[in-house]
């Protein structure tokens, strides 16, 4: 008979996913962790080296979902504005999932130092984003690409801060609504 439950490492991701993200990173102990995962101390030590190890795990995950979610919503588009504002469309979903409490890299990186790997996961999600942002304004043809996704990233922060800060229900629509009109005035070569 084969066992359905989920492996230590696989239950304290999931218990560092739920308590990390509602209670935050620098908050909840290690101790909290592997009880709500019900695993042994030795769980933890077997499948991560400490604590900074299952924060980073719990980081790249978030990292991971965040990525699949916007392919998602990108998925069987071929014109690159269309998967520009679809950016936005996987930020509407995230934003109204049930428990949103806004950026989980922004949250950890709060009160981390300076090269934590709370810092180089908040690093990596943003370069990935300004990455791909200025990719599909080059493929779009903006004359000024980079221009384009500065402020279309600036957009996502600003609808991501008022969604947690100010649980304002309209924040990404309107950011999405201004993203178009700044896809829309942008002098393109195509």
Not at 22 to 28: D, F, W
Not at 40 to 48: I, T, V
Not at 110 to 128: I, N, Q
Not at 137 to 150: H, I, L, Q, R, S
Request: charged share 25%; aromatic share 6%.
């Amino acid at each position: 008979m084969v066992s359905t439950r989920p492996s230590a490492r696989q239950r304290l991701l999931e218990a560092a996913d739920r308590l990390f993200y509602s209670e935050g990173v620098h908050t909840v102990g290690i101790d909290k962790v592997i009880k709500e995962a019900g695993v042994a101390k030795g769980s933890l030590f077997y499948n991560f080296s400490g604590k900074d190890d299952l924060v980073a795990a719990y980081l790249e995950g978030r990292d991971q979902r965040r990525r699949d979610r916007i392919a998602r919503h990108q998925q069987g588009l071929k014109d690159p504005i269309e998967k520009l504002l679809a950016i936005f469309d996987a930020l509407n979903e995230a934003v109204a999932a049930p428990g949103y409490r806004g950026c989980a890299f922004a949250n950890a990186n709060a009160e981390a130092l300076p090269g934590s790997v709370e810092a180089k996961a908040l690093r990596t999600f943003r370069d990935w984003l300004a990455d791909t942002l200025l990719a599909l304004g080059k493929e779009a043809g903006f004359t000024d690409a980079a221009d384009v996704a500065a402020r279309l990233g600036l957009l996502y922060d600003g609808a991501v801060a008022n969604s947690q800060l100010d649980t304002h229900p309209d924040a990404v629509r309107l950011a999405k609504e201004l993203a178009s009109m700044v896809l829309n005035s942008s002098p393109r070569t195509t």
